[in-house]
């Protein structure tokens, strides 16, 4: 690892405390950071360096996945770390921030390598990014960095011109968007189960494939962050990101294209059609593992007459000749039944029709477990023996040892600082999401689709398993098959 002065812009927060300490200090116990590394802190408060370190000290003691107790590695940890207390908005701080920077390369014999890394709200982005510039900060020997967290736009509009602020100061080379579910390990694991498994390899196309399902469920609310999320949503929070790059993930196929032409190939929505193919839900008083929870327009925060969705399913296609005429069903929502995020592929029966009842078997499934645990697992079909011999469907698990796997904040800080970009969102698969996004966000905006509740701790709302009872699927794992029969139309449930 080169040596790298890192200047991180609220350092005081909350994104910081309970994730990027950790993450740092993770690097460091694993031998992942250069000796020469020094970490310069900024934030409007008043805080001294010894205060500061106090409470990166602190941070590691609450939120580390490691035992916080070897004191002399902690002391040598957070030795690295100096604040700087700065008003993003004055260009004048810039300028000071630069001479502590100096100083610090001076004292360190460091390279000026610099890594910016922009912890702080994103009405800040594009004014820190000229500022850096502006300042000289951008213009060391040593190359430089910036990590940007999200949200990245509010919509396509507000994307492109935070982009184009962004493409004044740093090379698109040189930006790091983070998207911490591609941290994520199972998610970083998902590329070598394709590109080294020829038998999977085979099957991934929609020769075998029926329908896949990507769910990300959440049981906590909007927590904190009711300012923020209630002019968000989980189409922004988490649809337009998190849940499109695991759709890029999944659908590059081993490779044979490319993220970008995965997004470029999804068909698009037209405003006046996203009624047919997206469900909107907000979620009402309901309970969670036994106790009470409230409705989300009963939150601390949130506007008492808020239409905001907390609850996205979407059916959409990728129109390529591997997954043309498949669907995918990507579903996410807040103050559900379990927090999971996992793929479930459902593979085609070709014989269905000529089982006896005796004989009839479910559809092969392979289930990727991202989080909270990390898994693989087939589901078969076996004959069950102490069971009249009737055919079951059985598990196939493969179920990784987690203990000791580095956490998403750890993968891409290293990547980051080693230049590799592979873990991180693009401007062009970002500019592509927002496109496709965008006619939901206006549906949503013109009232055109109908906002269906759901009771806290459920699995949202009933249009979403019309939604997929539509094409005769339902969700794996949790709901019961809508029969067609019964089916009643989504809007009436709005
Ligand atoms: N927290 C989380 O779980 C997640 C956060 N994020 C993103 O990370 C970023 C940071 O979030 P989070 O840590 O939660 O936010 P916080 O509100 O907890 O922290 C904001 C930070 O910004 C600093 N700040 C605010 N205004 C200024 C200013 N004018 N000049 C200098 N510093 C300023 C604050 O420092 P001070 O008050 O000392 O000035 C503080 O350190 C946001 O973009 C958020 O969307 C993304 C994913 C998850
Ligand atoms: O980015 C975000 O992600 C979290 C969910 O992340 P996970 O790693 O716990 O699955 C979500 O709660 C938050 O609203 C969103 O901003």
Known sequence: MEATTFVLFGATGDLAKRKIYPALYNLFLDHKLSKSFTIIGLGRREWSDEAFQAQVEQSLHTFSRRSADDSASIKAFIKAFRYSV?????IEDYHKLLQVVEQREQELHLPGNRMFYLSVGPEFFGKIAASIQESGLGSAKGWKRLIIEKPFGHDLKSAQELNQELGKAFKEEEIFRIDHYLGKPMVQKL???EQSNPALQDIWTNQYIANVQITASETVGVEERAGYYDHVGAIRDMFQNHMLQLLMTLGKNDGRISKRQVME????????????DVVRGQYTAGSIQGKPAAGYKDEPGIDPCSTNDTFVAVRLRIDDVFWRDIPIYIRTGKRMKEKSTRIVIEFKQPFKRSYSAQERTAPNLLIFEISPNEGVTLQ???KDLPNKGVTSTIPVDLHFNQ??????YENLIYDALQGDPTFFAHWDEVELAWKWVQPILEAFEEDLVPLHHYP???YGPDASDLLLAEDGNHWWF????VPLAQRIPREAYA
């Open 265 to 276: 190939s999804v068909e698009p929505l037209l405003k006046e059609n996203v009624v047919n």
């Open 403 to 408: 203990s000791g796997e580095p956490e998403a």
């Open 191 to 193: 590329d070598v189960l």
């Open 478 to 481: 949790d709901s019961k098959p």
């Open 456 to 458: 806290a701790g459920t």
């Open 86 to 90: 700065m008003d993003v908005e004055r």
């Open 380 to 382: 078969i079909n076996h």
